[in-house]
């Protein structure tokens, strides 16, 4: 049985009507950056997504882990055989599953037959004669004499109060959509966020100060969405690549209130205060000194920095000083003379170990969050250290994220070894 062609049509409003076809003898590789056979510039898509294998007479679609997870119609699949007309969910996009040619069809229906009464063959020279439907007059015919229907009582008539009901169910309906999208409930509980303009921080929605803000109660395990904020010029937040926690920034002085939903808890509100702007850093002295100086210590940068990268081969503890040097150097060298090269070769490096980073932050992520699932505590605190190790500058994002996230696990596995050990 020949395999079908595939073809993918956008059908989101993001990239909205592009068509990709595909003969479907090779795996597709569908994600974010052009190395992939069906490349998709959103930045919802992760950067490997998913991919589509030749299966039998059809194709399968598999998560490849991605951040946002893959969705078939509204359900999220992690593996899926693939029919025509799915709709895959990628993050913000939809793209609509077609097979073209091959043997992919049904067979046709039956003719329907019918549920007349026939008349017998006649009998004779017509015996081998098929049965054929009664026509009308024939069947008055064999109904015999026409009998009269007795007079019933008035039916009564119930549309009115059907019509009232459904009035209800929709009106009852509605409101509770308004409430749930544009309306939160008394009692809602609230986390008060102090920031800094200027200043990423991360919050843990896991846990919640109780109603007395004595100690703490269960909260968000996994952030689903996030709402705008009430005042957009004042601070927003996003979701990281632990499930639990949001990052904050502050943009203006000034307080402003972000709804974030998950469960068990369902919504919970931010109040953010930022109350002073985050100082900026201090001139580097090495911009102010004359240009001979400038241009020894950044070629010194250069010449530690390449030891360095062609000794570890892979990002380390040492990756993210070394980026932050070559940064400083490109800025040394970009308005001398001559240096052009020596700044650009500094500049792409300094991109190239980030990206490196930012690869390997992904799947110690990815790795930590499924030994946690899983129970394996100790392994996903060894993972967490390897990450912590990878972000030392607490000017960072990742540091502050990575560093509460570590404490928390070594909260829960050391509270996991307490309660082994009571058990024995």
């Not at 850093?281 to 000194?289: F, T």
């Not at 990268?309 to 990756?319: A, C, H, L, M, Y």
């Not at 993210?320 to 001398?336: G, P």
């Amino acid at each position: 049985m020949a395999r079908p062609r595939i073809r993918f049509t956008v059908v989101s409003e993001a990239l909205g009507g592009q068509q990709f076809t595909f003969d479907g003898e090779q795996p597709i590789l569908i994600g974010r950056t052009p190395d992939n056979t069906l490349a998709l510039d959103h930045k919802s898509v992760s950067r490997r997504h998913a991919r589509v294998e030749p299966e039998g007479p059809g194709y399968v679609l598999v998560d490849q882990g991605s951040h946002n997870g893959t969705r078939v119609g509204d359900r999220l699949v992690s593996k899926h055989v693939l029919a025509s007309g799915d709709v895959i969910g990628l993050g913000e996009l939809r793209l609509r599953v077609t097979f073209e040619g091959g043997d992919a069809g049904a067979s046709s229906p039956p003719p329907p037959v019918s549920t007349l009464p026939a008349v017998a063959a006649p009998a004779g020279p017509q015996a081998g004669a098929l049965a054929r439907p009664l026509t009308v007059e024939e069947l008055f015919a064999r109904a015999g004499p026409t009998q009269a229907i007795p007079a019933s009582k008035p039916r009564r008539n119930y549309w009115p109060a059907i019509y009232a009901l459904l009035m209800v169910t929709v009106v009852v309906v509605g409101l509770a959509a308004f409430w749930a999208v544009g309306m939160r409930p008394r009692g809602t509980p609230r986390i008060d966020v102090l920031v800094r303009a200027g200043e990423a921080l991360p919050v843990d929605m896991s846990r919640l100060p109780a109603p007395d803000r004595q100690g703490w109660t269960r909260g968000i395990v996994r952030v689903e969405e996030i709402r705008r904020p009430t005042d957009e010029r004042v601070a927003d937040a996003k979701k990281t690549r632990f499930p639990e926690f949001v990052s904050v920034r502050g943009k203006t002085l000034g307080t402003t209130d972000i709804a974030v939903y998950g469960p068990p808890v369902g919504w919970v509100i931010l109040r953010v205060l930022v109350r002073d702007t985050k100082p900026e850093p201090e001139p580097l002295a090495w911009l102010n000194k004359p240009v001979n100086e400038r241009r020894d210590y950044a070629l010194e940068i250069l010449r530690r920095a390449k030891t360095i990268v062609i000794s570890i081969g892979s990002v380390n503890e040492r990756t993210w000083q070394v980026a932050k040097d070559l940064d400083l150097a490109a800025r040394l060298l970009e308005a001398i003379p001559g240096e052009t090269a020596n700044a650009t070769w500094a500049s792409q490096t300094a991109r190239e170990l980030r990206q490196a980073l930012d690869r390997r932050y992904e799947v110690l992520a990815r790795e930590i969050n499924v030994l946690r699932e899983q129970g394996k505590l100790r392994e996903a605190l060894a993972k967490a250290l390897e990450l912590k190790s990878l972000f030392p500058d607490p000017e960072t994002e990742e540091h502050h994220v990575v560093n509460s996230f570590y404490d928390i696990l070594a909260d829960e596995e050391a509270r996991a070894a307490r309660e082994a050990q009571e058990k024995r």
